[in-house]
């Protein structure tokens, strides 16, 4: 009888939230949004707006200003003079249109004249969306009818452990090669966002913002578990804070800054535009910052997340070492908040909000939170994984909606959810062919090892081709082939030869630059409570997973 009522509590949330969502919905169509149009004339002294709504329809009564007369199935209203502009307010429904022209009717002196503007050369109007985006939009209602009946059921079956570390289902395992095989598919979405055309096969999904996203997922996962078992070696007192930041400061310089700056310096010798002009961004890890306030992307555009993720750098530590302990899900928590709520607080930029760190807080954010779950609980680990198959389904019917421009949440929280399922099923499901052919696959775990190469590489690599083919051939010697391939196919084979040269040009950057550099680390170990990964941090797999041996 107690399970009765238990899951039939849960059958009414999911219903209560289903009716709060068509409720929502109907609040959002009637909500009414106001708009100031605004228009500057150097000639006229009395303009007016002759509007309409949708196109070509006839707004009601109650939303034309007052003074407004119907002229040939529009509106026209005169706008006051304000400060030296021509202003007035439109109120209107919520994602409605409006498309308007400005009409001057005197001039400076109070000559009459009958000027029509549309907008500029080619256009046939001024239009305006009124869409006023609210925090909680009704597709909420959807998620939380399926999440928190799941959250609710866990939450009636909870035991609380602090840490299962020494039960006998969970081994450390040495090496995860599975997370450089998402490196790698993350980097190849990159690539082909960039140097494919936006109508093609392999560019059918948000490539560059897919691959990115999962990038800072993993940094979540990987930097934040780096930390927290630091954390609790400082607490048990083997090793002191000092210690813990210098290393961490110095592993990151070693991995990220040589080949960053080598680039930078290299296209500073070669007199780079936009290095010569704007090179302070780009040498302070600021390139976000830039592209956002210009609102424009420069020939070095892939920089803004690597300036995100330094900026992540130099914070995190902070607050993951000095934080107490338990508020530890509430930090996660909160720059989770940020990062999800930064999409609707910076409206006003639209598109740009997304190179903004705050806005990417919540991939940070979601990647940490299993990391915690990792270190500290888990309990709740083993408790997810009966229900893997129902989460995933979940991710994946929010992240086909999202293709559909159906988003209840952001973006790239929607990619951040997918990342981390992906990277749970790598530690705690492992067993299928997707595991065994793909996240498996030694050429992707190859590539995965030299990605950040490949990230930072991939604007370069093909112009350096190029003038390596044209000098050869002017000596005679073609390396290009292009005679002896059909032309339907140049494009491909001409893709394949980029991809192969700079996967040549990063392998060998990898072994003379950065895995000497790498291998300082060393002398920076954190000393380890529990055996480590590759990586540096504690990774637990169930037993019945055969630890996988180091590639």
């Known amino acids: 009888m107690k399970g009765l009522m238990k899951y039939g509590l849960l059958l009414i949330i999911s219903i209560a939230c289903i009716k709060c969502y068509f409720l929502s919905k109907e609040w959002e169509e009637k909500r009414i949004v106001k708009k ?5 004339s150097n000639i006229a002294s009395e303009v007016f707006m002759v509007w309409g709504i949708n196109y070509s329809q006839l707004p009601p009564e109650e939303f034309r200003p007052q003074g407004s007369y119907v002229k040939a199935g529009l509106v026209y209203t005169k706008l006051n003079i304000v400060d030296g502009q021509f202003k007035t307010a439109i109120s209107l429904p919520n994602k409605t249109i ?17 000027i029509w503007d549309t907008g500029g050369a080619g256009k046939e109007s001024f239009f305006v969306t009124f869409s006023d985006e609210v925090f909680f939009k009704p597709g909420y209602f959807i998620f939380l009818a399926g999440f928190l009946p799941l959250l609710l059921l866990y939450l009636f079956n909870q035991q609380r452990s602090d840490s299962i570390i020494d039960d006998k289902r969970y081994k450390v395992s040495e090496y995860i090669p599975e997370l450089d095989s998402i490196r790698a598919i993350a980097v190849l979405l990159v690539i082909f966002h960039h140097w494919l055309p936006k109508d093609s096969l392999l560019n059918i999904l948000p490539n560059g913002s897919l691959g990115v996203n999962i990038f800072f997922v993993i940094s979540g996962y990987l930097i934040t578990a780096i930390l927290l078992r630091s954390k609790k070696q400082v607490e048990s007192s083997v090793l002191d804070i000092s210690t813990v930041f210098k290393n961490f400061y110095v592993r990151r310089t070693l991995r990220i800054f040589p080949i960053y700056y080598l680039v930078l310096i290299i296209l500073l010798l070669a007199e780079n535009p936009t290095v010569k002009e704007d090179g302070i961004y ?3 890890y600021t390139a976000n910052f830039l592209f956002y306030s210009k609102q424009f992307f420069s020939n070095l555009s892939h920089f803004w997340s690597l300036a995100v993720e330094e900026q992540f750098y130099l914070l995190w530590p902070w607050l993951i070492i000095l934080v107490n302990r338990k508020l530890l899900p509430y930090l996660i928590a909160l720059f989770l908040i940020i990062g999800i ?15 903004l760190t705050p806005a990417c807080f919540d991939s940070f ?39 559909y421009n159906y988003t209840f949440l952001p973006i790239r929280t929607i990619h951040s959810l997918l990342a981390v399922t992906i990277i749970y ?32 590489y991939h604007f370069f690599t093909p112009v350096i081709l ?14 290009s082939f292009d005679a002896y391939i059909p032309s339907s196919l140049k494009s491909t084979v001409g893709f394949l030869k980029e991809l192969l040269f700079l996967i040549f040009v990063c392998t060998v950057s990898w072994l003379l630059i950065e895995k000497p550099l790498n291998n300082l680390k060393k002398k920076f170990e954190y000393k380890p409570i529990l055996k480590s990964t590759s990586y540096g941090i504690d990774t637990f797999v169930p037993t019945e997973i055969e630890p996988v041996k180091k590639v």
């Open 341 to 355: 709520s930064s999409n609707y607080i910076f409206t006003g930029s639209g598109y740009w909000v997304f190179v």
């Open 98 to 114: 409006l498309n308007y022209w400005m009409v001057s009717r005197k001039d400076k002196k109070g000559n009459s004249i009958d």
């Open 282 to 284: 780009y040498f302070t």
């Open 466 to 479: 190029l003038w390596i083919v044209k000098n050869l051939a002017s000596v005679g010697l073609d390396l």
């Open 425 to 456: 099923y790598c530690l705690f499901v492992n067993n299928s062919l997707v595991a065994n052919y793909v996240l498996k696959n030694k050429w992707l775990i190859r590539i995965g090892r030299i990605s950040y190469g490949m990230y930072l």
């Open 365 to 403: 954010a979601i990647g940490a939170f299993l990391s915690y779950l990792v270190v500290y609980r888990q309990d709740i680990i083993s408790k997810i994984r009966p229900l893997y198959s129902i989460i995933l389904f979940f991710v994946l019917v929010i992240f086909i909606l999202s293709l």
């Open 36 to 40: 100031e149009i605004t228009y500057t």
